[in-house]
């Protein structure tokens, strides 16, 4: 059974830092492609972050120089590491692994920014 949890979600000022993990079981971590998501109320669900199997990242342009995605293949693990949050950066964060024509979501983490 392939379950991918989040955790890490809550609550934070603007300017503020929170780190989000992914535990991921049940796949052969290190072949897939992974990334992080983000849905607020009202729109679409967006990619923040992406890391291949080979470690190549990539970014949305509102949080480039702001988070950073790694990934730990001993541990199974993926993280995103969230700085000078704002309030848009409010949402549901999703995990989700990739490959070929297999894809996984967890069930998501509340990510809130607010004074």
């Known amino acids: 059974q392939v379950q991918l949890v989040e955790s890490g979600g809550g609550l934070v000022q603007p300017g503020g830092s929170l780190r989000l993990s992914c535990a991921a079981s049940?796949?052969?971590?290190?072949?897939?492609?992974m990334g992080w998501y983000r849905q607020a109320p009202g729109k679409q669900r967006e990619l923040v972050a992406a890391?291949?199997?080979?470690?190549?990242?990539n970014y949305a342009d509102s949080v480039k120089g702001r988070f950073t995605i790694s990934r730990d293949n001993a541990k199974n693990t993926l993280d995103l590491q969230m700085n000078s949050l704002k309030p848009e950066d409010t949402a549901v964060y999703y995990c989700?692994?990739?490959?070929?024509?297999?894809?996984?979501w967890g069930q998501g983490a509340q990510v809130t920014v607010s004074s």
């Open positions: 890391i291949s199997s080979s470690g190549r990242t």
């Open positions: 989700n692994g990739h490959w070929t024509t297999r894809e996984y």
């Open positions: 049940g796949i052969i971590f290190s072949i897939y492609g």
